[in-house]
């Protein structure tokens, strides 16, 4: 695990289904930026959720995920989201258990999920979403509109960086 960081933007995906590899191919561009804040650090984790538990666990004041989200909008359309986590409380142990068990069904918000069950959630958490064109099929690289999106994207998280406490997002659910 690592130091604690003010943010922590991760980039999630898979670069095997087409633009459901928007979020890993944002982080690298991010990653290969020179003026980034050094209180942030950009990883990808691409489907593995763990890594992004054992990221959050160092310690983090703010989150902010990179990756494909289908909202319905024209593909290349960004969202600055606020994650809509289930209430597991009124789940009885068992069926929390196994809500969490296979760690293999890692997602995003499996992830953000057990972190706030621990009580670890960051206290600021989005989600910089990208509608895609095709991501269900094996396909490598992003669409067109994907990838023209990608310059914007890196705009609003330099902003999101920047802006601590007066970036407003929209509920996902």
Request: proline share 6%.
């Amino acid at each position: 695990m690592s130091e604690p960081v003010d943010a922590l933007v991760v980039g999630v995906g898979n670069v095997l289904h087409g633009d459901d590899g928007f979020g890993i191919a944002l982080a690298h561009r991010l990653q290969g930026r020179e003026n980034l804040p050094t209180s942030c650090k950009v990883i990808e984790t691409g489907i593995g959720g763990m890594s992004l538990i054992q990221e959050v666990m160092a310690g983090c004041e703010r989150l902010l995920i990179l990756d494909a989200y289908r909202k319905g909008g024209a593909p290349g359309t960004l969202y600055l989201l606020e994650p809509q986590l289930p209430d597991l409380g009124s789940l009885d142990p068992h069926a929390r258990r196994a809500y969490f068990a296979d760690t293999h069904y890692a997602t995003p918000a499996r992830a953000l999920s057990l972190l706030q069950h621990l009580q670890r959630l960051p206290a600021i958490v989005h989600v910089l979403g990208c509608e895609p064109e095709a991501l269900d099929d094996l396909h490598w690289g992003l669409s067109p509109a994907v990838h023209s999106a990608l310059d914007r994207a890196e705009i609003m998280v330099c902003n999101w960086l920047a802006h601590r406490d007066d970036v407003h997002a929209t509920p996902s659910g």
